[in-house]
């Protein structure tokens, strides 16, 4: 079975500091990452660098997605592959309303996957029922995308995206950042509908709150830009009891 | 070609009744302004008496006129007198076929899908067969002619219609309007002349015909647009293929007379040659546009989308004279390399409850400054006046300039007026989130400018609103890295 990722001594920063020291994470189809730390671990940099992001540098190592070198790939093909990032904080884009800006999203995909754009009439009934996954009514289809939005309409609408891109690896940068208990109950409900046995989906978070709706298969525990610890979700539940210092603790004396 | 080199003798032999006694070759006048360049203008015209004396006013009006330094462009002093101010309009020799064009321009055809005969009418190809584009013109102009409406060459009027002409031109821009109005005034070459007949609207675009017709009228154009009693014309100036021409300065006058109940649209689509990425070699583009709305409930509306010349220099504005009138204007002013655009326009409102309404688009790139200037003026006779303004820039990369200069002047308290601004940029953030959503970096300049421009290019005719759309993403591409 090849794994959807494959990161192997991964090393990247930005502007000469280094912030990822050496990453070596496999993802396989049908399970769920969680990816925690403190504040300033390299979270939403890992993040960042698997997107594509141009600020970030990759100093060394490899990420290969679905078997094909991630980094030789430009952000776009990344996506058109099927590498998803849900924003820890989206975009705004005035004047482009979300059913167009998704309709380019979808047909870009769908070209690169050598289909035919979707009809209007099939996009748009494909669009109101995947909107139901996260509650969102229909008139944020014709509204500029996330102009206006409230933090937890932002959030959904990324998880709705999600919905219609259809990923094969999701990576949620600290969607529950600016949550509350409701809107964090329907993203997370949405994520769970779109489990599959095929795809898989890391989700990066601060706290074993979000762990509670969406159950991880592994937790991963990134401190100083390495993953110190792996575990199962249990894992999560002990850094909530005991906060990250033991792990720091003992990371120090492990280097 | 024996027709036209007839027609060359005939316009070179004809006798000068003005005494005009240098040695000139046929086709081309010295460089330089004087009286008697304004004097021979109007005899190759063949001209009335009272057209060259409004001429020759104009001239002696434009010697104590100074060129106007308050636009926020900066380019060369011109030197008036290097430019020539006559060249006949003898043909040059085309490209054979479409093979022989710059690859490059018709790579830019394509992607604005202009069909491929009119590719060969616009690059000048010699075109043997007869043009479809031929008939249709017959047909279209058969179908005018009986709905009692003019449609022709400014030349024609003044030849034809000399009481119509005599009555409006000058009378929305005056001889001394500005420099550059005064200049054309003296020295305009051609342009066109519309008249609808009361009650009749123009049942066509006259785009369509008009973008067969309009080539080679020169550098100094003169448009004149009358719409009776209750009638209506849409007119399209301008093309989205890119146009290059080596006249470097160009200063059109347009004027438009709105009767009582009529309804003139103007829209601009204009891609000049904006010089290359150093800026080199652009049109400078000094238009004097303006409407009035004569009579009671008449309508002025200007649609804009600016995208070429190296400097742009208009404001397409609105008398509001009749009670009731509305003046509308909407524009896209995009600005790439190192363009420079100061654009905008001036509604004046002088009848009882005039509205105005401006909604103005600009988008800068590159090295490019673009610039909003406006001024909406209620005189105090203007019982309930209203205006609204939208000016909104959009900035794509960090070494672009957008300026806003509204100007509000109302003389009546029971005028409303608003204005609203706003600046956006696409930065970075934007087009990486585009990019993680599978759209490339151009595609995603397009969708958002093309968004952003939405409400300007809704105003144009539908055929130029999908041709504008594609042109806009060109006009933009390469201009983020």
Redesign the interface.
């Given at each position: 079975m090849t794994p959807i990722l494959q990161i192997t001594d991964l090393t990247a920063g930005i502007e000469e500091r280094e912030i990822l020291k050496g990453i070596t994470l496999t993802v396989n189809p049908g399970e769920v990452h969680a990816i925690m730390g403190p504040n300033g671990s390299g979270k939403s940099t890992l993040a960042s660098v698997l997107?594509?992001?141009?600020?970030y540098t990759v100093t060394g190592g490899t990420v290969s997605f679905m078997g094909k070198d991630l980094l030789d790939m430009?952000?776009?093909e990344?996506?058109?592959e099927g590498m998803?990032?849900a924003?820890q904080y989206?975009?705004e884009?005035?004047?482009?309303?979300t059913a167009?800006?998704l309709k380019?999203?979808v047909n870009?995909?769908r070209k690169?996957r050598g289909q035919e754009p979707l009809a209007p009439a099939a996009f748009l009934s494909l669009m109101r029922e995947r909107m139901k996954l996260v509650e969102m009514d229909q008139s944020f289809l014709s509204r500029?995308l996330n102009d206006g939005f409230s933090g937890g309409e932002k959030k959904r609408n990324e998880i709705f995206?999600m919905a219609m891109?259809e990923p094969v690896l999701a990576v949620l940068d600290e969607t529950d950042s600016g949550l509350d208990i409701d809107a964090l109950r329907i993203v997370a409900g949405g994520v769970n509908a779109l489990r599959s046995s095929s795809t898989a989906t890391i989700v990066i978070t601060h706290y074993q709150r979000l762990l509670d709706y969406i159950v991880p298969d592994v937790v991963h525990v990134l401190w100083n830009g390495r993953i110190v610890r792996s575990g199962g979700k249990e894992l999560a539940l002990e850094l909530e009891k005991r906060g990250y210092d033991w792990i720091k603790a003992e990371s120090a004396v492990e280097a | 070609m024996a027709q036209e080199s007839a027609i060359l003798d005939e316009v070179v032999q004809s006798d000068y009744k003005y005494g005009f006694t240098t040695d000139i070759e046929q086709d081309l006048l010295p460089k330089g302004l004087t009286a008697d360049v304004v004097r021979f203008i109007s005899e190759k015209k063949e001209e009335p008496e009272w057209m060259l004396a409004w001429r020759l006013k104009a001239y002696e009006q434009w010697l104590s006129m100074k060129e106007p330094t308050w636009p926020n462009v900066t380019y060369p002093k011109i030197d008036f007198q290097e430019i020539i101010y006559w060249a006949s309009p003898k043909k040059k020799e085309g490209p054979a076929s479409l093979d022989e064009v710059d690859p490059e321009l018709l790579a830019t055809f394509v992607k604005l899908g202009i069909p491929i005969e009119e590719q060969k009418f616009l690059t000048g190809v010699a075109v043997d067969v007869v043009l479809d584009s031929v008939s249709v013109k017959t047909t279209f102009q058969d179908k005018l002619e009986e709905l009692g409406i003019i449609f022709c060459p400014m030349s024609e009027a003044i030849r034809e219609h000399p009481e119509l002409v005599k009555k409006y031109i000058g009378s929305v821009v005056p001889t001394n309007d500005n420099f550059y109005a005064a200049l054309n005034s003296a020295v305009f070459s051609d342009g066109s002349f519309v008249y609808i007949p009361k009650g009749v609207r123009c049942p066509i675009e006259l785009s369509t015909y008009f973008r067969i017709n309009a080539r080679n009228t020169g550098q100094f154009e003169r448009t004149l647009i009358i719409a009776d009693e209750g009638s209506y014309v849409s007119y399209l100036e301008g093309c989205t293929a890119p146009q290059r021409d080596e006249n470097q300065l160009h200063a059109a006058v347009v004027e438009l007379v709105a009767h009582a109940d009529a309804e003139i649209k103007y829209s601009t689509v204009q891609n000049w040659y904006p010089g290359d990425k150093e800026g080199k070699g652009g049109i400078y583009n000094f238009v004097t546009k303006r409407g009035i709305c004569e009579g009671a409930r008449s309508k002025i509306s200007w649609t804009q989308v600016e995208t070429g010349s190296a400097i742009t220099w208009k404001y397409p504005s609105v008398i509001l004279k009749g009670d009731h009138s509305i003046g509308e204007f909407y524009s896209v002013a995009v600005t790439n390399h190192m363009q420079q655009a100061d654009t905008g326009t001036k509604m004046m409102h002088i009848g009882k409850h005039t509205r105005s309404r401006i909604v103005s688009k600009g988008i800068s790139a590159g090295l490019s400054q673009n610039s909003y200037r406006g001024l909406v003026k209620v005189l105090k006779v203007a019982t309930g006046a209203r205006n609204y303004s939208q000016c909104d820039s959009l900035l794509i990369g960090d070494q672009c300039g957008a300026h806003t200069f509204p100007y509000l002047e109302v003389a009546n308290k029971t005028a409303t007026v608003e204005h609203e601004a706003t600046t956006s940029k696409i930065g970075e953030d934007i087009l990486f989130y585009c990019n993680q959503r599978g759209i490339d970096t151009e595609s995603a300049v397009a969708l958002i400018v093309n968004g952003y421009a939405r409400e300007v290019l809704n105003q144009l005719p539908m055929e130029f609103a999908v041709e504008a759309q594609k042109l806009l993403a060109i006009s933009l591409e390469g201009s983020v890295g």
């Open positions: 997107a594509g992001r141009a600020d430009a952000p776009e990344r996506a058109r998803f990032l924003f989206p975009v884009i005035p004047g482009v309303s167009n800006f380019t999203s870009e995909l690169h500029s995206q891109l | -």
